[in-house]
C-alpha cells in the first residue's frame, strides 16, 4: 500500500491578472480557482488517476481542512486525516499574471499529542508499503521532524520517498530513501552554489547520493529532469511540448509518476518517462494532470 503524509495541507487560491502583479497597489484579478493541494495530496491524487490505491495521511484544521477533507472523498481519494483542534488549514495564494507568485500560508501548529497519533498510524505499515513525505513542516515542528520518522520506521522494510527542502531533506538521508525530488534550486541551496549545468547538477545529486540517498530525482521545470539512480546511472529528460496553464504541483506529479512507473515496470528510464509525462500534464492543466493528458504526453516522450 502507498501512503503519502501532508504536514501542512493547503486549499491553493489560484487567482489570474492579465496585467503584471503591481505591488502595494489593488489588483483586480480576470479569474480565480480553488484546488486542493498541499504535495503530499497532490502526489495522492495523481496516483490515483494513474490507478495506484493510496491513502493520504496528515493534518487538518477549521473549516478550510473539512473542505478540503471533503473535496478529497469527492474525488474519490482515502484520506486518514488528523484533526488538529485549533488553528485552520491554510490557503495558499498562487498569482498567476505573466509570471508565477506565490505566498503560501504558515499552517497550523502541530502539537505533540498529534505527532504521536501520525507515528501511531505509521506504526502499522508492513515491509514493501511505500511512505512519500512530501512538503513544508509548520514552523511550529523542528527541522528533524522527517528524520524522527524515518528513524521509527528503520528495519521495517517500507520505502520511503523524500520531497522536502533544506535540512528537512538533509537530515533524512541517513535513512537512505528510496527517492528524493528536489529541483534544481533547492539541490543548489543544499549544496551551497548555483547549478547551471548538467555535469553541475549531477555532482550536486552525487553528495546526496554518497550521504545516503538511493535515487536522485532533479526537476529542472521546463528544461525537464534528470536522475541519478541507484546504480550510478545518470538519465536525462526533456519535456513534450504544451502550453503551460499553472506549474503548481508539477513537481508532486512527478513523483506520483515516477512511483507508478517504477512499480509497474521495475525501470527507471520508464519511471522518468512517466514521471515526466505526469508533471508536465499538470503544468499543461489548471488543476492535477488527468489521466487523458498523462497518456497524451506519455506518447511523445
Ligand atoms: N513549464 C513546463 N513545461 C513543461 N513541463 C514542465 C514545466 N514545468 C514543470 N514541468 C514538468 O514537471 C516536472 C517538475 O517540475 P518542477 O521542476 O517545476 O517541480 P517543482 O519545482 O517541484 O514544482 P512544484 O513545487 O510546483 O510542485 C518537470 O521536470 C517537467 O517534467
Ligand atoms: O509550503 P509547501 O508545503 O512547501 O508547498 C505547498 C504547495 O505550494 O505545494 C504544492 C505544489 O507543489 C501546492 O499545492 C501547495 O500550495
Redesign the pocket.
Known amino acids: 500500500m502507498i501512503y503519502t503524509v501532508t504536514f501542512n495541507p493547503a486549499i491553493d487560491y489560484v487567482v489570474r491578472l492579465d496585467t503584471p502583479l503591481e505591488v502595494g497597489e489593488v489588483n483586480r484579478a480576470k479569474g480565480e480557482d480553488c484546488v486542493l493541494g498541499g504535495?503530499g495530496i497532490?502526489v495522492s491524487g495523481v496516483l490515483a488517476e494513474l490507478g495506484c490505491r493510496n491513502t493520504a495521511l496528515g493534518f487538518v484544521a477549521g473549516e478550510t481542512g473539512a473542505w478540503l477533507e471533503r473535496g478529497l472523498a469527492a474525488q474519490g481519494i482515502t484520506t486518514n486525516f488528523i484533526h488538529l483542534e485549533q488553528g485552520m488549514t491554510r490557503i495558499n495564494v498562487k498569482i498567476k499574471a505573466g509570471q508565477e507568485t506565490e505566498l503560501n500560508g504558515a499552517g497550523p501548529d502541530i502539537p505533540e499529542s498529534a505527532m504521536e497519533q501520525l507515528e501511531a498510524q505509521l506504526d502499522k505499515l508492513a515491509e514493501g508499503d511505500i511512505l512519500i513525505l512530501a512538503g513544508s513542516i509548520p514552523s511550529s515542528l523542528p527541522q528533524t521532524t522527517y528524520e524522527r520518522l524515518l528513524a521509527r520506521l528503520e528495519g521495517h522494510g517500507v520505502h520511503t520517498v523524500v520531497?522536502a527542502t533544506r535540512d528537512l531533506l538533509v537530515n533524512v538521508l541517513q535513512y537512505h530513501p528510496f527517492l528524493i525530488?528536489?529541483?534544481?534550486?533547492?539541490l543548489g541551496e543544499i549544496v551551497g552554489r548555483t547549478l547551471t549545468t548538467d555535469a553541475d547538477i549531477t555532482a550536486a545529486a552525487r553528495t546526496l547520493q554518497e550521504k545516503g540517498a538511493r535515487n536522485v530525482l532533479v526537476?529542472?521545470?521546463?528544461?525537464?529532469?534528470l536522475l541519478l539512480d541507484e546504480k550510478g546511472e545518470v538519465h536525462r529528460?526533456g519535456?513534450?511540448k504544451?502550453k503551460?496553464v499553472n506549474?503548481?504541483?508539477?513537481?508532486?506529479?512527478?513523483?506520483a509518476g515516477f512511483v507508478a512507473g517504477y512499480l509497474r515496470s521495475d525501470s527507471y528510464l520508464e519511471a522518468l518517462r512517466l514521471?515526466?509525462?505526469?508533471?508536465?500534464a499538470?503544468?499543461?492543466s489548471l488543476g492535477l494532470a488527468k489521466k487523458e493528458k498523462i497518456d497524451e504526453l506519455l506518447n511523445q516522450i
Open positions: 504535495k497532490n520531497d525530488k528536489p529541483n534544481h534550486h533547492e526537476s529542472m521545470a521546463g528544461d525537464g529532469a529528460i519535456t513534450p504544451g503551460v506549474s503548481v504541483g508539477a513537481g508532486d506529479s512527478m513523483v514521471g515526466t509525462a505526469c508533471g508536465s499538470t503544468a499543461f
